[in-house]
T-cell receptor, first 117, second 113 residues
Framework: AQKITQTQPGMFVQEKEAVTLDCTYD???????LFWYKQPSSGEMIFLIY??????QNATEGRYSLNFQKARKSANLVISASQLGDSAMYFC??????????????FGKGTHLIIQP | IAGITQAPTSQILAAGRRMTLRCTQD?????MYWYRQDLGLGLRLIHY???????GKGEVPDGYSVSRANTDDFPLTLASAVPSQTSVYFC????????????FGPGTRLTVL
C-alpha cells in the first residue's frame, strides 16, 4: 500500500517569498514516481512536476522544484518567488511501478496555499 | 485541442437513481482513470483501465462500475446512487508506457439527495 502525507492543511505566504510545501510518502515499491498537482479555485487539476525514484537530480520546472530526499521519504515542492496566482490547493501524489494492477495515483489530502500581497 | 471532456458538468440526482458519468479523451491514451474528490480527503481512485477492453478496481470501487469498449471512452456508472456518493468526479488519462503525467478532465460535480 502507498501513503502520502501532507502535514500543512493551509499556508499563508507573502508575495515574492519562496514557499516549501511538505510531502512525505510511504511505499513498498522499489520504483515509484512522485507528482505535484495544483488545483485553483476553478477546480481543474494542473500537473506541475514529476520526480522518478531513480532520478539522480531533483526535478525542476520553471519556478517549481522538487526537493527529493529518498532516505527521508520526502518530496517537498518549492515555489520560488511566489505570485498571487499561486494561491491554490496543492496535492502531492505518487505512483508505484510494481507492475500489474492499479497504477493510478495515490494522493495526499492537500495544502491550501494563499499568497498575500 | 480538447484533451479530456467530461459530462455532465454538474448533476443533482435523487437517491436510488442510476447515473452514468461520461468521459472522452482524444489523445489516444491507453490508460484511463476515475477519481473522486471529497473535502479533506484528496482524490481517491475508483476504477482504472490500462487499455481498451480491460478494467480494474481502485481504492474505493464499491457502488461504481466502468466499461472500456474503445480507447477514447471510459464511462462511470452509479447503479443506485446514495448520498455518500456526493462528490466531484475526475476522469484522467495517461499516455503510452514511459509517460508519467496524468491528464485530468474538468470534473463532474455530483450531488445525491
Amino acid at each position: 500500500a502507498q501513503k502520502i502525507t501532507q502535514t500543512q492543511p493551509g499556508m499563508f505566504v507573502q508575495e515574492k517569498e519562496a514557499v516549501t510545501l511538505d510531502c512525505t510518502y510511504d511505499t513498498s515499491d522499489p520504483s515509484y514516481g512522485l507528482f505535484w498537482y495544483k488545483q485553483p479555485s476553478s477546480g481543474e487539476m494542473i500537473f506541475l512536476i514529476y520526480q522518478g525514484s531513480y532520478d539522480q537530480q531533483n526535478a525542476t520546472e520553471g519556478r517549481y522544484s522538487l526537493n527529493f530526499q529518498k532516505a527521508r521519504k520526502s518530496a517537498n515542492l518549492v515555489i520560488s518567488a511566489s505570485q498571487l496566482g499561486d494561491s491554490a490547493m496543492y496535492f502531492c501524489a505518487m505512483r508505484g511501478y510494481s507492475g500489474g494492477g492499479a497504477d493510478g495515483l495515490t494522493f495526499g489530502k492537500g495544502t491550501h496555499l494563499i499568497i498575500q500581497p | 485541442i480538447a484533451g479530456i471532456t467530461q459530462a455532465p458538468t454538474s448533476q443533482i440526482l435523487a437517491a436510488g437513481r442510476r447515473m452514468t458519468l461520461r468521459c472522452t479523451q482524444d489523445m489516444r491514451h491507453n490508460a484511463m482513470y476515475w477519481y473522486r474528490q471529497d473535502l479533506g480527503l484528496g482524490l481517491r481512485l475508483i476504477h482504472y483501465s490500462n487499455t481498451a477492453g480491460t478494467t480494474g478496481k481502485g481504492e474505493v470501487p464499491d457502488g461504481y462500475s466502468v466499461s472500456r469498449a474503445n480507447t477514447d471512452d471510459f464511462p462511470l456508472t452509479l447503479a443506485s446512487a446514495v448520498p455518500s456518493q456526493t462528490s466531484v468526479y475526475f476522469c484522467a488519462s495517461r499516455g503510452l508506457a514511459g509517460s508519467n503525467e496524468q491528464f485530468f478532465g474538468p470534473g463532474t460535480r455530483l450531488t445525491v439527495l
